[in-house]
Structure formats: C-alpha cells, structure tokens
C-alpha cells in the first residue's frame, strides 16, 4: 500500500471557547458605592438608576464592556459588537443565582465596589462553565472545560463571557454586599 501526502493539515480545535476575566480599571468610574450601609428594604438584588446615581460613569462602563466584547468577536473572528444594555445592581447577603446563561451574544459583570472580604473564598463569586457534554473518549474537545472558571467578587473584577456559557452566582453571605455593572450585548 502506498500513501501520498496531498498537503499539509493542522488540528483546529472547533470547540474553543474566549472568556475574558481580568482586572478593570475602575477608577473614576464609580465615586460612592449606591449599597451605602442601607439594607436596600430587604431587596438581595437592588437595580440601581443610573441617572440618579450620583458619581457612577455609566458611559465610560459601557466602553469598557464594548472594549472585551469586542476583544472576544476579534478573537473568533466574529463581527462587531455596536452596542451593549448595561445596569448597575447592588447584591447583598444571601442573593444567589443558580444557572443561567444570556439570550445574548456576550454577557459580561464588573465589580464596581464591594464589603470587606468574606470569611469563605468563594462567597459571591461567578462562575463560569461550559454546558457541552465534551467528548468522553479524549482529550479534545472540551478542553479545559469540565471545571469551573470563577471571578472573585473584588473591585475591578471584570468578565466577559459568551453569552451561552452557562452562569451561577455562589450566594453572597451574611453582611456581604457587591455592587456590579451587569452587561449584555445588543445584535
């Protein structure tokens, strides 16, 4: 038997997927945090109005979030990324959310203050996996999903993530507040 060689091949992994998780440069962006010391009348999730938010630069936030969105198209050589919804919410302790992922096509969060550190590690922080079942026979695809990839909840954090990754807030305990930029992408 003979084989001939008709080119030269590389391997492309077709299941990569970009995450961004990285350090923000927050300041001037937020002056005071909106949480203050007020429980927030028992609400764990608080939408804050921007408008009336004195010192937050909600402008230069959503740059930011057009910024690693749009680090993320380039890195998949997808089209641009024109516009994005962002809110500002206030988390206090006990607020959580199970999975879920984005109608969108990016999803990103930056810590825009938080409480002093919490006595466990993990209080607060997001957490990013993969929902595709892999491949149980090898090492590719899937790689290096199959763990989770978590954001700790410290000012300046900063992750954009593609919107159909699936999400979980681990619950914020007791006397724990974060106050986040939350941002989507807009088609």
């Known amino acids: 038997m003979t084989i001939t060689a008709t080119g030269t091949g590389t391997v492309t992994r077709y299941w990569k997927t970009g995450l ?15 949480a203050g010391t007020g429980r927030g ?9 921007a408008s009336s938010a004195p010192g937050l630069a909600l402008g230069a936030i959503r740059d930011q979030f057009l910024t690693s969105m749009n680090a993320l198209a380039g ?7 024109r ?4 809110t500002v919410q206030v988390w206090r302790d006990g607020y959580d959310q199970p999975a879920f992922s984005s109608q969108s096509r990016y999803a990103g969060w930056t810590v ?11 209080s607060g922080c997001l957490a990013f996996t993969d929902p595709r079942a892999g491949s149980a026979g090898t090492a590719m695809p899937g790689l290096p999903w199959g763990r989770q990839f978590l954001m700790t909840p410290a000012p300046g954090a900063h992750a954009v993530v593609p919107g159909w990754l699936t999400c979980s807030l681990v619950p914020l305990e007791h006397g ?12």
């Open 83 to 86: 516009d994005c919804e962002v």
């Open 20 to 34: 961004l998780i990285t350090q923000a440069d927050i300041t001037g962006l937020i002056t005071s945090d909106p």
């Open 176 to 187: 724990q507040h974060l106050t986040v930029a939350v941002a989507t992408s807009v088609p």
């Open 75 to 81: 890195a998949e050589d997808g089209p641009e990324v």
């Open 112 to 122: 825009l203050a938080a409480s002093e550190a919490p006595e466990h590690s993990e």
């Open 41 to 49: 009348d028992g609400q764990r999730c608080q939408v804050i109005d």
